[in-house]
């Protein structure tokens, strides 16, 4: 119960900076209806309770399906069972992945079905499936990371010359989809597992880290293939907003909660039946940790239908209400504030971000304290944001002009920052795009891109959480630089292997 309540105070410290600028230009320039801020305020609430008891499952049942998962296959030392294994893992992990769902079911509506949602959830998970394989590959056949990475962002911006503008930023959002709540912890938990299992105790910190980063460019590589062959050069359409006849408080959650309920319970069903079978046949662990893990997992969906029930129905409408009122002040400078203000509080929010910097800091045993780690997030998702922001307002930007020049600036830092912050900071570009990204900010983008005249809201809109998953892996390979500048400055041995 301590640990619980512990949960629940560091969660409401992450929550309470979003709910305070909100409340805050409700009172200045952005006046809600008082119906829109109950709502706000009641999602909020299930906001800090669902990410508290979702953390306190995911601690003693995702994490340990994982570790235990990861170890098996590490044990095997059998090139096929892993492989196989990758496969059938990282496809089915994808494919109950319901950020996932959420934006193919965009994508399907705003393309009027010519790419139905079905197809770009089978591509994508395809996609993960392979990309998971290669990382579980890489970790136990010591592939260098920076290597490996290096290759698979070139093949991408070899295929990007071959993509439509649309599509590049329907790629990468479906890279920042995957990685969502569900998948992530259990992503990093499988590394973990597989890499702990290794002699050499620096090369499974570092190996600990960059799975997830791995995983996610399936993701990429998947749509732009898909792309490429079925030549659909543009995309058109327009994101037809549901109109909000309900002013009820209550209604909005009511109608959300059973839906939000089945898909999550869709999702962990692949876990679970992972989880009995290798019980069964390799774990075999003792009745009691069976009945933890078990716990863990009802906690962990609880949790979640929780968390992503109050973000739906409680934060979606205000983000676009947000947006579309500070665009329609008529003030360039104000737009990319607020918009700087929103991208450094909400990715405190995230549910895997407290995940990630949790083990970051458990495996350099201090080393990378998460304090640090959080403050060089929320720097690069203000920054992301804000660019964003700047791309809606100047109509010649366009998405590829921002994650051209920095995901080269990104592959170049590799070479230069301790190993260890190279998997650290890929993967927090995946965990940082999560459920409060993917409705709260691309809401308020949408909402400044209705607002402003000669943007395009269906291409801005998509582009803002490729944006969000690009920027944190600049500043976290740059608070590795920092480190080793301090490292050598102090004397101390790089901590780099």
Do not use: C
Request: charged fraction near 10%; proline fraction near 3%; charge should be neutral.
């Amino acid at each position: 119960m301590s640990v619980l309540l512990e949960k629940l105070k560091e969660v409401l410290w992450s929550v309470i900076p979003i709910v305070v600028i909100v409340l805050v230009l409700n009172f200045t320039i952005t006046a809600l209806e008082p119906y829109l801020i109950y709502r706000f305020l009641l999602g909020a609430l299930l906001i800090v309770i669902g990410l508290a008891i979702f953390l306190f499952g995911v601690d003693i049942g995702i994490s340990k399906v994982g570790t235990l998962m990861g170890g098996t296959l590490a044990k095997s030392n059998k090139l096929w069972i892993i492989i196989g294994a990758g496969l059938l893992l990282g496809f089915f992990i994808s494919i109950a992945e319901p950020d996932l769902h959420i934006l193919a079911g965009q994508v399907d509506m705003v393309t009027s079905g010519v790419i139905s949602k079905l197809s770009i959830v089978v591509v994508v998970s395809i996609g993960i499936a392979v990309m998971l394989t290669s990382g579980l590959v890489r970790i136990v056949y010591n592939i260098p990371l920076y290597k490996l990475l290096t290759v698979l962002y070139l093949l991408i911006l070899g295929l990007s010359f071959f993509t439509s503008s649309e599509f590049l930023a329907i790629s990468f959002d479906a890279s920042g989809a995957t990685t969502g709540a569900l998948t992530v912890p259990f992503m990093l938990a499988l590394a973990l597992g597989v890499s702990s299992l290794k002699k050499d105790g620096k090369a499974s910190e570092k190996d600990s880290f960059g799975l997830v980063a791995v995983t996610s460019t399936g993701a990429i590589l998947a749509v732009m293939i898909m792309s490429i062959l079925s030549k659909q050069d543009k995309i058109t359409g327009s994101l037809q907003e549901a109109a909000a006849t309900s002013t009820s408080v209550l209604a909005p959650f009511l109608h959300k909660l059973p839906i939000v309920a089945w898909e999550i319970l869709i999702a962990l069903a692949p876990i679970i039946l992972v989880f009995l079978v290798f019980q069964k046949i390799s774990f075999k662990i003792s009745k009691k940790a069976f009945r933890k893990v078990l716990k863990g997992l009802l906690y962990t969906f609880i949790g979640l239908v929780l968390f992503l029930t109050g973000v739906n129905a409680g934060f979606m409408e205000v983000g676009t209400k947000i947006g579309y009122s500070v665009a329609a002040l008529d003030n360039k400078l104000i737009v990319v504030g607020i918009g700087f203000l929103i991208g450094l509080v909400v990715v405190l929010a995230e549910p895997a971000v407290y995940v990630l910097t949790h083990q970051i800091e458990d495996v350099t045993s201090g080393y990378v304290r998460r304090p640090v780690v959080l403050i060089a997030l929320s720097i690069g998702v203000a920054f992301a944001v804000a660019l964003s922001m700047v791309r809606i307002l100047i109509p010649g930007l366009q998405l590829w002009h921002f994650l051209l020049p920095g995901y080269v600036v990104s592959i170049l830092m590799m070479y230069f920052v301790p190993k260890l912050f190279v998997g650290i900071a890929f993967d927090a570009g995946g965990v940082a795009s999560g459920p409060m990204t993917a409705t709260f900010i691309l809401a308020f983008a949408q909402g400044a891109a209705e607002a402003i005249e000669g943007a395009n809201v269906l291409v801005d809109g998509f582009g803002v959480i490729a944006m969000v998953a690009m920027t944190p892996i600049i500043a976290l390979q740059t608070l590795g630089f920092i480190f080793k500048i301090k490292s050598v400055k102090e004397g101390l041995e790089e901590h780099d292997g």
